[in-house]
């Protein structure tokens, strides 16, 4: 097609490096005509309009709290996903080549493993050296003979594109163990697409949700076993993992369970999921971690991430794993330079899309010229089991290429070399102005019937400075939507089933998993524990604020002994004198980092826990923990008690909107009952250790009934009741024995008492249960408390049973937490079926 007239007008600037390809401009500074609707639809923005709707993007990242781990990062681990709002337009016919190369790239894959762990005929006819397959940690010699279902061993497949200055497309890299990155895709898609619908839907941009659809389906119908309802899990390594976003954000999406090695068990030689109701079996495991680690029994013994027993369930035919076990071992760069042979071998064809020009070390002559032109060459680990970053060698010193050079004389088999290409460029939009960044694109296939069907679209990812040619997430760079065009309309397509089909009323409670139930119930205790904290703060706070000196603050000095009793402050804390330093001591104990128990510290144990189920929390939900980790990021400090003041009334209102998020929008099921008897048991607990340590044990009580009605949110309650100053006989009824006051102690155990009875239990086992027997204890001794009694008793001088009782709570709540644990979450003894 001849080049469109249109110049790039809006944006003058953008100058292509001019020996690179530019995907958007030609050699010329013509636009390229694919391109003309994007850069019409950029122009019409104009820059400010463009900044205002990358910020738009920007905020849907926030709001969906995308991230991708970066290990070693200053700036913590989960770093915000960086997405450019210049998407990647691909023309159509460019494309339709690329979906041919790739679904063939796929398919010899496939070959190439289902004869690596099968017949062999590769290595015996000589077509791959064997040094390169045994040598391979990756080929795992206890999968050889596997069975797979429906004979695939691929059933995911991505590849790392790169053009070169002629306009070639090329293969940087395969991957086929668990790819990564089409998670991300969606979401750039989903957050580019609001913030440029107009563009969007001009740009007639072919949609994601068919291929995803076909996963789901390609995914049950590996199913072992007959059924209407196979059960299919998604494995991640953990929260730790540098994509766990994606695991979180794709099982959701497909309607997967998520869930870690622990979460599984294998039982006679079949794959069962833990969960509060019992083992369940599991049909089908979509991996996203690599296979060595999937099983330490057979497999690395060193690590604890896996199940163990899966290859042998795999073994048996009990269990589908997409991909399959060993698949990994097609990762080595070493292959690349032996797919053309093979795909003439395998599949009677030429390789439609080459890969990067790649030599082997461990073959001598290769190894031979690798050194004789390393100035041209980037040299790269042969096998995972070298962790090292991409050495080009024309920026090595002369003692630094003799030091290479030596190593790969060593030993050759551990490298090889490639051409070092010259990457094409993308626009990118950088505060005012476009630049031109490295790209590469990862594309992904997946199986569909004796085919592969190809993403329309992809993972773009962004060099992070003009001049770099390394595009890695790591490294730092950033991410663009892929727009794959189309020449006609585009139809709307969602993965849930189609309007008019036929659903049926289920309101059977979905699984779930032991280890989720336990985090569930941790989110509702740290989420509490949180918000006491808060409020023991605030109320030290606003009476700082109004104070003069600590001698003729009673209410504050007693704060302030309650909380270096509760170890917030620091044991020899003034509680007389100046206020200056009480005020630094408070302040700085606010905002420490590293203290135990801390705010600061609790909300991240919050934080981190709610990561762990984030598949399980809406999206306002995440918004609301976003807005308090923004409160009380590392760099928020405050100098006066009255800028506390303000930040904690802030605080306390985005915990009460989380809270108001668990008990107005969460279905009434067991992950909700767990949550719930976490913030109960957290609540009532930590009641009894503060009005404990806000009494003191002997002399007057009243200083401290004030700060405690305002700690338990019942002052309005109280005023409204007795409209008379605080006394210690109706303030403990408030905030211990009456179970209408929803922050009692009564009323906390009362609600817990619901919650245990609510959860499953195994009918033929006796009752009441070990937690119903405890709960129940606990609530006949508060209900028969005589707190006028316990108060006169106190006033006598014998403070004892009132200590007694808080304590004896306090003790019984921790003991029905440990036996929930044992029970639920552990699985030590068999409690439900």
Known sequence: MPETTASWSGFADYAP???????????????????????????????????????????????HDVT???????LGMDRPWRLDIVPLPVAPSAWA??????????????????????GQRLLRDRLLPPALVYANPGFLRPCHGLPVTGGRHLHLHAADLARTPDGAWWVLADRTQAPSGAGYALENRIALSRSLPEAFRDCRVQRLAPFFRGVREMLYALAPRPTDAPRVVLLTSGPFNETYFEHAYLARYLGFMLVEGGDLTVRDEAVFLKTVEGLQPVDVVLRRMDDGFCDPLEL???????????????????????????????????????????????????????????????????????????????????FSRVRRDPVFGAQLSRRERDALVDEIRATPAEFVGQTALALSTAPVWAGARLEPRAIVIRAYAAADGDDYAVMPGGLTRVADATTSSVVSMQSGGGSK??????????????????????????????????????????????????????????????????????????????????????????????????????????????????????????????????????????GDAWRIL??????????????????????????????????????ENMTRGHGWRFLSAGRRLERGATLARVVRAMLPPRGSDTA????????????????RRYFAQASLAPVLDLLV?????????????????????????????????????????????????????????????????????????????????????????????????
């Not at 006491?532 to 109004?546: D, K």
């Not at 807005?627 to 800028?643: F, I, P, S």
């Not at 004030?706 to 949110?713: A, M, S």
């Not at 049973?801 to 068999?830: I, K, M, N």
Request: aromatic letters at 4%; proline letters at 6%; glycine letters at 8%.
């Open 626 to 663: 976003n807005q308090l980790h923004q409160d009380l990021r590392g760099d928020v400090a405050c100098e006066r008690a009255g800028d506390a003041l303000v930040l904690l009334n802030r605080v306390v209102m985005t915990l009460a909107a989380f809270s108001g998020v668990e008990a």
């Open 17 to 63: 490096e001019g020996r690179a390809f530019d995907e958007m401009v030609s050699a010329r500074g013509i636009v390229r005509p694919h391109g003309a609707g994007l850069v019409g639809a950029l122009e019409a923005l104009g820059p400010a309009e463009m900044s205002a709707r990358l910020e738009a993007a920007r905020q849907t990242i926030r709001d």
């Open 481 to 618: 939507d892929t727009w794959i065009l189309s020449d006609g309309p585009v139809a709307q397509v969602s993965l849930l089933a189609p309007a008019g089909s036929p659903v049926a009323v289920d309101r059977a409670p979905k699984d779930l998993s032991s280890r989720v139930a336990d985090n569930l119930f941790w989110l509702g205790r740290y989420a509490e524990r949180c918000e006491n904290l808060v409020r023991v703060f605030r109320a030290a706070t606003s009476r700082l604020v109004e104070a003069v000196s600590i001698d003729d603050a009673p209410e504050l000095a007693a704060m302030v002994r309650a909380m270096a009793t509760l170890k917030l402050l620091p044991a020899e804390a003034p509680a007389s004198g100046s206020i200056a330093e009480l005020e630094a001591q408070v302040l700085a104990a606010l905002v420490a980092e590293d203290r135990q128990p801390g705010l600061r510290d609790t909300l991240g144990q919050l934080r981190h826990v709610a990561w762990l189920v984030r598949d399980r929390l809406s």
């Open 68 to 74: 991708y781990n970066v290990y070693g990062d200053p």
């Open 97 to 118: 080549r690329l979906e041919a190369g790739l679904a063939q790239r796929a398919r010899l894959l496939d070959l190439i493993l289902a004869d690596l762990y099968d």
């Open 737 to 833: 024995a009456d179970d209408s006051v929803p922050r009692s102690i009564a009323f906390q155990i009362q609600a817990l008492a619901a919650h245990v009875n609510g959860l499953p239990h195994d009918p033929g086992a006796p009752t009441p249960t070990r937690e119903q027997a405890l709960v129940m204890r606990l609530l006949t001794t508060i209900r028969g408390a005589d707190v006028t009694a316990l108060c006169a008793a106190r006033s006598a001088g014998r403070p004892e049973p009132l200590d007694q009782l808080l304590a004896e709570t306090a003790r019984g709540l921790s003991e029905v937490s440990d036996t929930l644990s044992h029970y639920y979450f552990s699985h030590a003894v068999a409690r439900v079926s």
């Open 704 to 719: 401290a009934l004030w700060p405690l009605l305002e700690i338990g949110d019942s002052s309005m309650t109280y005023r």
């Open 300 to 382: 690395r013994g060193d690590s604890s991430l896996g199940v163990a027993g899966l290859v042998q369930a795999v073994r048996a035919g009990r269990v589908a794993v997409a991909n399959a076990l060993g698949s990994g071992v097609l990762e080595t760069p070493a292959i690349l330079p032996f797919l053309p042979g093979l795909c003439r071998r395998l599949l009677g064809e030429d390789l439609v899309l080459p890969s990067v020009p790649t030599w082997w070390c461990g073959q001598p002559r290769e190894r031979d010229f690798v050194i004789a032109r390393l100035e041209e060459m980037v040299i790269k680990p042969a």
